[in-house]
T-cell receptor, first 113, second 116 residues
Framework: KNQVEQSPQSLIILEGKNCTLQCNYTVSPFSNLRWYKQDTGRGPVSLTIMTFSENTKSNGRYTATLDADTKQSSLHITASQLSDSASYICVVSSTDSWGKFQFGAGTQVVVTP | DAGVIQSPRHEVTEMGQEVTLRCKPISGHDYLFWYRQTMMRGLELLIYFNNNVPIDDSGMPEDRFSAKMPNASFSTLKIQPSEPRDSAVYFC??????????????FGAGSRLTVL
């Protein structure tokens, strides 16, 4: 069973609107959680990283939140742009097994004009 | 730094042929990872190296797959013989291991493999 579940699987939003992506994990013991953005035909690129003690972290129009108690994270995209069309992947690290990071299946976001 | 460099970017081959994918990690990074990405299964870890030594190859699907890292600046992933179900995008990523334990992977652009 995948230890990192993402929702929704895909979504379509109008340019300028906001959206929120979800990531639930069961990885334990938890070390950190990172969101990656993957453009079509490219490798994933890091957006933000959250450690156990952090609740919120922003990177421009991207804001990630983490609730370590409920093992949930969200990625909020504000005022979406066409360039935000991509797959967003949640990756969780465990303190026990560095190197064997747990990947979510990703959320495919399409921003339409 | 040019980042992680993978070649070829695209490979189309026939079933039964040998396929070799290549990766040059970022200079100074001591960890190198090979991943496979498909629509059905997402990103899957195949194998990773530390200081050129394979640490975990439990993700390598079967004996047809092999990976080597002869030096700090080069790694190969070989499939012999290739099968249609091997069709996927193969990513190489490199990293330093931070004290925080964070995953700080830098991915290459990927090699898209199609086996007919």
């Amino acid at each position: 069973k995948n230890q990192v579940e993402q929702s929704p699987q895909s979504l379509i939003i109008l340019e300028g609107k906001n959206c929120t992506l979800q990531c639930n994990y069961t990885v334990s013991p938890f070390s950190n959680l990172r969101w990656y953005k993957q453009d079509t035909g490219r490798g994933p690129v890091s957006l933000t990283i959250m450690t156990f003690s952090e609740n919120t972290k922003s990177n421009g129009r991207y804001t990630a939140t983490l609730d370590a108690d409920t093992k949930q994270s969200s990625l909020h995209i504000t005022a979406s742009q066409l360039s935000d069309s991509a797959s967003y992947i949640c990756v969780v690290s465990s303190t026990d097994s560095w190197g064997k990071f747990q990947f979510g299946a990703g959320t495919q976001v399409v921003v339409t004009p | 730094d040019a980042g992680v460099i993978q070649s070829p970017r695209h490979e189309v081959t026939e079933m039964g042929q040998e396929v070799t994918l290549r990766c040059k990690p970022i200079s100074g990074h001591d960890y190198l990872f090979w991943y496979r990405q498909t629509m059905m299964r997402g990103l899957e870890l195949l194998i990773y190296f530390n200081n050129n030594v394979p640490i975990d190859d439990s993700g390598m699907p079967e004996d047809r797959f092999s990976a080597k890292m002869p030096n700090a600046s080069f790694s190969t992933l070989k499939i012999q013989p290739s099968e249609p179900r091997d069709s996927a995008v193969y990513f190489c990523a490199s990293s330093l291991r931070p004290q925080s334990g964070a995953n700080v992977l830098t991915f290459g652009a990927g090699s898209r493999l199609t086996v007919l």
